[in-house]
């Protein structure tokens, strides 16, 4: 006998409010290439500089086409971006906005979280390809907004929190800093975080290593430019490839979860650490289960583990794929694996965990 499922019923209330909540998702991503474009533009800029404006002005003013200007003033009018008002015609950053999307030292600064996004979702393709095939998709790979994103929008937040907060929370890190100590910063990309510890502690020397070739040519630019190249060797390298032993001090930013076998990273790194050394992980935040990732910040991260973090890692060998929203847990168990014994959270913000692991 066959039989026949009751169709479900469907709520019309529901379905409205899903579909334009799905609008509001379909202006969003589109508002992600609109930050870019104001950025790279100097539209953000210019309005922080120049208080109220009309499409003409900022036209003018920034030497873009007036019909561009218009259309992005109105979208960034239309998600709160900016205010408008329809008696003068004139368009207005707020200050909060102007903090955060024109100043790049703030830990608030998100243009360059906007621009890794970008990136990301411009290389979708490739990933549908690979999610068919199991295949991965490496770092290298991806377009450049990807790697000049990812810096630009983790850099302020090492600015804020690394030299006052994070590396204090480490058990005696900063005299050993003070005093003379040998560092190694592993999945360094262009250097921002390898360069700031180095301006903080002159006494100390530095290794910073990536695998990205261009990431390195970037790192040893910058260095130069603060001069500190004289204390930091750059080097390309899988982070399974640390030269030298006796390190002081190993650090690796939001990285570990990238790598295609961070188990043989945990005991590479373990052979190259003194026996009273310190190994620092700076991963995204994260619990340890899925229910305690379903807010704003998890989902971000869960979204750019689909598209960019998971397909790293499997494009390398091994490919665990750990995935951005890890936790704290599932670390501790890759470090156990490599040989340390001792683990703890130290610090943390809305989207970085700082973990102090030792032999």
């Known amino acids: 006998m066959t039989t026949t499922e009751a169709p479900t019923e469907v709520d019309t209330d529901k379905l409205m409010q899903f579909v334009f909540r799905a609008v509001d998702e379909v202006g969003a ?14 539209y953000y800029r210019d309005l922080a500089a120049n ?17 561009y200007a218009r259309e992005w003033l109105n979208a960034q009018a239309a998600g709160s971006y900016l205010t408008y008002d329809p008696s003068s015609g004139h368009y207005t950053l707020p200050p909060e906005q102007a903090v955060a999307l024109t ?35 490496g770092w290298h790979e991806h377009d450049t907004d990807v790697h ?58 530095f290794v910073g290593s990536d695998y990205h070739a261009q990431s390195i040519e970037t790192a040893k630019e910058r260095a130069a430019a603060a001069g500190v190249g004289d204390r930091i060797r750059f080097e390309i390298s899988p982070a399974d ?22 188990v043989g990273v945990a005991k590479q790194t373990r052979h190259a650490l003194a026996d009273d050394g310190t190994w620092m992980v700076v991963e995204p935040m994260a619990g340890d289960h899925v229910e305690d990732n379903l807010n704003p910040v998890g989902r971000a991260y869960y979204g750019f583990s689909t598209l960019l973090c998971t397909p790293s890692s499997l494009s390398q060998d091994v490919g665990l794929a750990l995935g951005t929203q890890a936790g704290p847990a599932r670390i501790r168990d890759v470090v156990t694996a490599g040989g340390f014994t001792r683990f703890a959270s130290v610090a943390e913000t809305p989207f970085n965990r700082v973990l102090e692991v030792r032999p």
């Open 29 to 42: 991503t589109l508002n992600a290439a609109l930050v870019v474009m104001g950025d790279k533009l100097g």
């Open 51 to 67: 208080g109220p404006s009309t499409p003409t002005q900022l036209a003018e003013r920034t030497g873009t086409a007036e019909p």
């Open 103 to 137: 100043v790049e030292d703030s830990p608030a600064f998100l243009p360059g979280f906007f621009q890794i996004a970008l990136g990301t979702v411009h290389d979708t393709s490739h990933i549908l390809e690979a999610a068919r095939s199991g295949a991965g998709y």
């Open 148 to 205: 000049v994103g990812c810096e630009r929008f983790f850099r302020p937040s090492y600015n804020a929190n690394l030299i006052d907060g994070w590396l204090p929370a480490l058990d005696g890190v900063v005299a050993k800093l003070q005093r003379g100590a040998r560092v190694a910063d592993v999945g360094c990309g262009h250097g921002a975080s390898t360069i700031l510890m180095a301006q903080a502690f002159p006494n100390s020397t």
């Open 241 to 262: 490839g640390i030269t030298g032993t006796g390190y002081d001090l190993v650090t690796m930013f939001d990285c570990l979860h990238d790598m295609g076998d961070p």
